[in-house]
Every structure is written in C-alpha cells, then in structure tokens.
C-alpha cells in the first residue's frame, strides 16, 4: 500500500510540474525543485540514451526480458512513466483552460501571464552575474532575442510542422530547466494560442470517438500534436543536453543568457493584448484596469512559490 500512496504522489507532483509547465513565467523546473524531485529527474532524464532505449525496446522478444528491464531500471523508467504521466494530464487539461480563456478573457489571460514573468523575471534577475565582457554580451543576445522575437514569430514563422516541431523540442528542453518556462518560449516562438487550440480540438477529437464522431478532428489535430512531441523528445536528447553543457562550461554567462530570455519577452503578452484590442476597438486605456490587476495576480503567485522554493541552483 505505502507503493501505491508513493506512485499517487508522484503523480500529483508531476500535475503539479505540469500546471506550471502549461502558463508562462513558471518553470516545470522550479517546481520539480520545491517538491524535491529536480536533481532524480534531471540523472534520469540525462541517463537515456540510444542503446538503452534500445534494449528497452528489444524487451519484446521473451529472451531481452529481463536485460530490458534492468535498462529500464538504469534510466528510472518507472519515476519517469508516472511523472509524465501526471504532466501530461495537467498540461492538457491547463492548456484547454487557457485555449477557453484566450478566446475568451485575452486581455485579463495576457495581464496575468505578464505578471508571471515580470516576477519570475525579478526573482532570477538576483542570480545573474554581468562582471565580464562575456556576460554581458550573453545578456544582451537573450534579450533581444527574445524582445525582437516576441509578437512577430507567428506571423514570420507561421505554425507549419517544421516550426511546430522546433517549438516542441525548444519548448520541452526548457520545462526541466529552473526559471525557464517552456510555455514562455512558445509565447516568443508564437506558437502558444496555435498549441493550446490544437490540444484542445485535440482531446475533443478523442472524446468524440466515443460518440461515433471526432475523425476529422483527429486527422487535423493530430499531426501538429505528434509533431510537438516528438520535437519534446528530440529536444530532450539534444537542446537539454548541449544547455546542460554550456552550463558546465560556461555557467554565469549561459544563466545570464537565459534569465535575459525572460527579461526581453515580457514584450510578448504586451503585443499579444495589442493585437486583440485592434481586433475589438477597445483602447489600451479601457482595459489597462484588467491588465493590471491579472499581472498583480501573477506576479503574487510566483511570489509565493518563490518564498516555499529553495535556492536555484543550475
């Protein structure tokens, strides 16, 4: 029984890391952190590899039974499958929220998401160091690219499946990094209100199956959805790893590089609120009120989480 009640915390710990995965400005990382799971997740995470996986999968044959299960015991697969399991149960259901209240509450949506990364931002702010050349010019990249990047890569990019496959490997890469949120990211990348619709025609696609209908939902969905998960497993074998490295080698200019990622897309919600109040003839004046105070709202939870979590440490 005290397996069980470990397995159903775990879950919930990955619902947790999930919930924050799903909005802007809170890190998956930052909460693996609080819950005191970072440092199993990231030697579990970096403990896959090909020939692992490989004798993984060659489990099918009776004979590879029992090396495959010693492979998956070597990368924690039984932490992992219930963890993302709890993950994935929160994303969808966050993010079909969100779908709902983007269509719905933009400018409140917006505010709250730019009060989440405005703390976030102040909060990782105390830990970048810009004593060096180097730093500084680490700093610098980040910002702009994230604020020249914020607001325009939709309509730059598009959501083709190439674009949708590095938003899924940058994006996912980014949720087990502490301070760096992968939904932020998408947010630069503009590809945040396109994944959280999909997902959500998505999940309605299956639901419908039930009744006889959803197919055409599915074959619409389903390649951009498949297409952002394997970018995340991609993302995970690569852009996790070589940020990982650069953190070995270069720490304080690689932090400084990310921090100011966060810093430069706070430009991003402010675009987004912009373009929907030309769409409705509102003014910026009429609905500074709503934005305000969902960014109080925002800035206060990351606040709180803040003040539970621990020292970040890269």
């Known amino acids: 029984m005290g397996d069980v009640r470990e397995w159903v915390a775990l879950y919930l710990k990955g619902v947790a890391m999930g919930t924050a995965d799903a909005v802007p400005g809170v890190s998956g990382g930052t909460i693996a952190l609080i819950i005191g799971i970072y440092e199993r997740l990231i030697a579990a ?91 500084k010019a680490a700093a610098v990249a980040g910002f702009l690219l994230a604020f020249l990047a914020s607001g325009y890569a939709s309509t730059a990019l598009g959501s083709s499946l190439p674009v949708v496959f590095l938003a899924g490997a940058v994006a996912v890469s980014a949720m087990i990094l502490p301070g760096v949120s992968g939904s932020l990211l998408l947010i630069v990348l503009g590809q945040y209100d396109y994944m959280a619709g999909a997902v959500r025609e998505f999940v309605g696609g299956l639901a419908g199956l039930a009744f006889g209908s959803g197919t055409d939902v599915l074959v619409a969905t389903g390649p951009p959805v498949a297409t952002f998960l394997v970018g995340g497993i991609v993302g995970v074998f690569s852009i996790a790893h070589a940020v990982k490295y650069a953190l070995a080698r270069a720490r304080a200019a690689t932090v400084a590089f990310l921090v100011s990622l966060v810093v430069g897309a706070l430009r991003a919600p402010l675009v987004e609120v912009s373009l929907r109040l030309a769409e409705s003839g509102e003014s910026w004046r009429a609905a500074a009120p709503r934005f305000t105070a969902a960014a109080v709202g925002g800035a206060a939870v990351v606040l709180v989480l803040n003040r539970y979590s621990r020292t970040i440490e890269y």
């Open 45 to 135: 995470v970096t403990a896959i590899n090909p020939e692992r996986i490989g004798r993984v999968l060659a489990g099918i044959r009776p004979r590879n039974v029992p090396d495959a299960r010693a492979a998956f015991h070597e990368i924690d697969g039984a932490f992992l499958v219930v963890l993302v399991a709890g993950i994935g149960t929160a994303v969808v259901a966050v993010l079909t929220g969100v779908d709902y209240l983007l269509m719905t509450r933009p400018v409140a949506t917006y505010g709250f998401f730019f009060g989440l990364i405005a703390a976030s931002a102040a909060v990782l702010l105390g830990g970048v160091e810009l004593d060096t050349p180097r730093r």
